[in-house]
């Protein structure tokens, strides 16, 4: 294991007030995506977002790294430059998405287990080789009357070591994300207690499986209530829940964490990030960031709608949503921002 190449990719990833884009949604999921903004689910379309993405004027300033699909990092502009090394000209690291999607979990309805360890060391070189620098895989942990199973968070964060194993010894960053999804009418309380006890499961293993801890960042949910929970959390509540579950959870060995967004609007992703910095300033012993898709992406797909013409405004909007979450991470977010583009 090169220790001091993964330290140094960590040091970029989590740099000033930067975060992740995630912008490696599945060909099925991309294409949900745009069918929910009346856009043609095709190679092309798809290729020509990720290219409105990665040529965004000043996305280096906001973004550290972007997570790509195996779809996109083998695209290119139409001039021909591949993303990946528009994203290094950028100065954002290139990452990939490297797990397989979700399957059933046997024995459990409605429950998953992720798949995509068979040759995982083989596609790491493959990868590293075309430059990206991190990998990330993704674990759903859903709430329901009788899940999550202990069974499957087990089996989910055991897979996630292995993963996050097989990445250090390619020279990739291993993002480990377990994500406690959001759906279900479920309170904040139930989604503390299974986020705390899939966190614990998965440093065990990780342990266990001799990962070096200096070299993964997590990306986890935040704790919130259930989308259909009748009793929804304050801003400075979830922030609260969030923080404790984390200190509680994340040895202080980890560098950073990063959020997915997870269904939240873009506005409360943000408002969430800025309030954790705003009451636990100097408090944190990890870097604390953000590596959004839906709520960096989603004004911006929305504006675009698959047209040319939409191209510098769409972006113009992604670049902002980006700082937002720059200023978040200093805690120096505020709703009137929102409305006042730089
Ligand atoms: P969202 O921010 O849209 O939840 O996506 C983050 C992600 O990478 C999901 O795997």
């Known amino acids: 294991m ?13 740099a000033g007030s930067k975060g992740l884009l995630a912008m490696d949604e599945s060909t099925p999921t991309c ?5 929910e903004v009346g856009i043609p689910q095709t190679i092309e379309y798809r290729r020509a977002y990720r290219e409105l993405i990665v040529t965004t004027p000043g996305l280096g300033d906001c973004i550290s790294g972007a997570i790509l699909f195996d779809e996109t990092i083998h695209q290119a502009t139409k001039s021909g430059v591949l993303f990946i090394d528009v994203l290094k000209q950028a100065d954002i690291i290139p990452g990939i998405k490297v797990d397989e999607g979700t399957t059933d979990f046997p ?28 990998a990330k895989w993704r674990a759903v942990i859903a709430i329901g009357p009788h899940i999550p199973t202990t069974e499957c968070i087990e089996a989910n964060m055991r897979k996630l070591a292995i993963y996050a194993a097989m990445c250090q010894e390619a020279g990739l960053v291993p993002i480990v994300e377990p994500e406690v999804l959001m759906d279900g009418p479920h309170d904040l309380k139930k989604c503390y207690d299974v986020t705390e006890k899939v966190l614990d499961i998965l440093f065990e293993n990780l342990a266990k499986q001799n990962v070096d801890l200096k070299a993964v960042i997590l990306k986890p949910n935040m704790v919130l209530p259930g989308l259909n929970c009748p009793r929804q959390a304050g801003i400075d509540t979830v922030a609260e829940a969030t923080v404790t579950c984390l200190l509680h959870s994340v040895p202080a060995e980890v560098p950073g964490i990063v959020f997915l967004s997870g269904g939240q609007s873009p506005e ?9 910095h705003v009451m636990y300033k100097d408090k944190l012993p990890w870097a604390l960031t953000f590596s959004f898709a839906r709520a960096i992406q989603a004004p911006a797909l929305e504006k675009w709608k698959g047209k040319d013409e939409n191209v510098p405004a769409a972006q113009q909007m992604l670049r902002h949503r980006a700082c937002l979450n720059n200023a978040a991470r200093r805690g120096e977010y505020t709703p009137n921002m929102e409305n006042n583009m730089v």
């Open 2 to 14: 090169n220790t001091k190449e993964l330290t140094n990719t960590v040091n970029l990833m989590l």
């Open 31 to 35: 294409n949900k995506r745009f069918e």
């Open 268 to 276: 409360m992703a943000t408002a969430h990030l800025n309030a954790m």
């Open 107 to 134: 024995g459990s309805p409605g429950e998953k287990i992720t798949e995509g360890l068979d040759g995982l060391p083989r596609r790491l070189i493959k990868y590293y080789d075309m430059g990206a620098r991190f």
